[in-house]
């Protein structure tokens, strides 16, 4: 069974019990003093298993299965068989960070969501196919043009801090995606700056 398909099973099915089982919500999602006074590490990836509702879950398995088989096989090609688990457990990890750091003697401060890690999936994905479309609320547009407004977007959102949305796990999602897929195959860069030079809409 693919990986992808598995982490979205294991997400959807932890989400759904904690939808109506609050002491399973608080034990998994991240919130900073948990792991600064008690050492509960696993906040730093079970936060990406829980999410705040039924359409925040929808967004981020719709997208993530979409774009996550692709990048399964890429992974399984470079790391072998659990490349992808890996990339993805890191995504989580590495997302979230900043904002543990920032954060870490904030007790009012709760986190929730495998948004960073899909945006991970995503900007990867754009790396191997920057003309390639995409729809974004029934907007088809190329890869690289929702990557600059999706960039642009959570940069703006993130410095005015006014919703409750994690811009910043976005960005830091979206930066690891790319990184690593570069360190892991160095040969994309040059890859995805040639596809750009031949634009196809």
Not at 151 to 167: C, F, K, L, P
Request: net charge positive; with cysteine.
């Amino acid at each position: 069974m693919p990986i992808t398909l598995i982490i979205i099973a294991i997400t959807c099915i932890v989400s759904f019990i904690a939808f109506s089982n609050r002491k399973l919500m608080d034990d998994l999602i991240l919130w900073p003093p948990a792991i600064t006074r008690h050492r509960e590490y696993h906040r730093l990836v079970t936060y990406g298993l829980v999410h705040a509702d039924f359409g925040h879950l929808l967004f981020n398995m719709f997208t993530l299965f979409f774009f996550g088989r692709v990048m399964e096989v890429f992974y399984a090609s470079q790391l072998g068989t659990f490349g992808f688990a890996l990339f993805y457990i890191g995504a989580l990890v590495v997302s979230i960070l900043p904002t543990y750091l920032k954060n870490r003697g904030n007790p009012s401060y709760h986190s929730l969501g495998a948004s960073g890690a899909v945006s991970a999936v995503l900007f990867a994905y754009i790396l191997l196919g920057p003309w390639s479309r995409i729809i974004v609320f029934v907007i088809p547009m190329p890869a690289i043009v929702y990557a600059v407004l999706y960039t642009a977007y959570s940069i703006y959102m993130d410095q005015r801090g006014r919703d409750s949305v994690n811009h910043s796990a976005h960005l830091w999602g979206a930066a690891y995606g790319v990184l690593f897929t570069v360190l892991v195959n160095p040969r994309v860069l040059p890859f995805f700056l040639g596809q750009l030079s031949h634009p196809q809409f």
